[in-house]
């Protein structure tokens, strides 16, 4: 099998055709055409349906892509071990859309310091697909909350653990979180995701009723809205970062306080551990004292 084939199908899976995928691995459409015929002769199986136009990845095509990208990774894996260590190709990672995210462009900055020829993919998307996207092998690693269950091929490792916050605009009069939440307009943050969940969990068990002005479904717009006056909010410390000087006014949210947690899932076996390790740590540094090292600490 020559890997060039594999590359092949990917960039038709990732593009759409056939056509695409000779302008993107630099091939005529017929040389193409080839490379597919040549594979489908060796599995001795179809891998694209043809009654439609274009032709489309069938089950078996489906499956030979995901078995092809894990093939081409580990096949990185062992050229950058055979060339003494050097670390090269692309690094996929994702993320949800969270505060966190906030922290990896500075992560990946580190990770290029590290590792000078490895380039970095991010992709954003929700947890469910970075999940499913991370088992079958998609992706490398992805950031995502705290998960209660996950595939046995897959494990979570938290590098932040941060408590969330209670913040109102500047010059707001002082008084504490509880009675913030009871007398101030307040802006909910609703999404489908588990921090969203955390928060209202949290004021409905004190049994307090807020008086919502706005519903906005990030992180980022709510801390802004905050910022100008229009009313009070629940974010995680990391959401903070930078605004020192913008003297908003902070409390504790929950007594005691509710915490959070962020980490990056990734397979059990996976040929870029060390890598992903790397890039945990950088993580968990850039978190500062709410990060989460996963390596043990020197005696």
């Not at 020829?117 to 992805?142: Q, T």
């Not at 509710?258 to 980490?263: A, E, L, S």
């Not at 040929?271 to 890039?279: Q, S, V």
Request: charged share 20%.
């Amino acid at each position: 099998m020559d890997t060039r084939q594999l590359r092949t199908l990917i960039a038709i899976a990732e593009g759409g055709s056939f056509a695409h995928a000779a302008e993107t691995v630099g091939l005529t459409p017929s040389a193409v055409s080839q490379q597919v015929f040549a594979l489908e002769q060796e599995f001795g199986a179809a891998l694209f349906d043809r009654a439609t136009r274009p032709p489309r990845l069938n089950a078996n095509g489906l499956q030979v892509v995901e078995t092809a990208r894990e093939f081409l990774r580990l096949e990185e894996a062992v050229k950058g071990a055979v060339q003494g260590h050097k670390v090269s190709g692309t690094l996929v990672i994702g993320s949800v859309r969270s505060s966190a995210l906030n922290l990896l462009p500075e992560a990946i900055k580190r990770m290029h310091h590290l590792y000078p020829d490895l380039k970095v993919n991010l992709r954003v998307s929700l947890s469910a697909n970075l999940i499913s996207d991370v088992a079958m092998g998609r992706l490398d690693a992805a950031v995502v909350a705290e998960h209660m269950a996950l595939p046995n091929a897959l494990r979570w490792s938290p590098f932040l653990r941060e408590p969330l916050h209670i913040i109102a605009p500047p010059g707001t009069k002082d008084m504490t979180g509880t009675d913030l939440l009871k007398t101030q307009p307040f802006i909910r943050f609703r999404s489908a995701v588990p921090l969203a969940n955390l928060i209202d969990a949290e004021i409905a068990r004190k049994g307090i009723v807020t008086h919502d002005i706005a519903e906005i479904d990030t992180i980022g717009a709510i801390v802004t809205c905050v910022e100008n006056g229009l009313g009070i909010s629940v974010v995680p410390h990391v959401a903070l970062r930078g605004l020192a000087e913008k003297r908003l006014v902070i409390r504790a949210f929950g007594s005691p306080p509710v915490y959070r947690q962020i980490g990056l899932i990734e397979r059990t076996v996976a040929p870029r551990a060390r890598i992903i390790e790397d890039l945990h740590e950088a993580l968990a540094d850039l978190s500062g004292e709410h990060g989460l090292s996963r390596r043990a600490s020197p005696d």
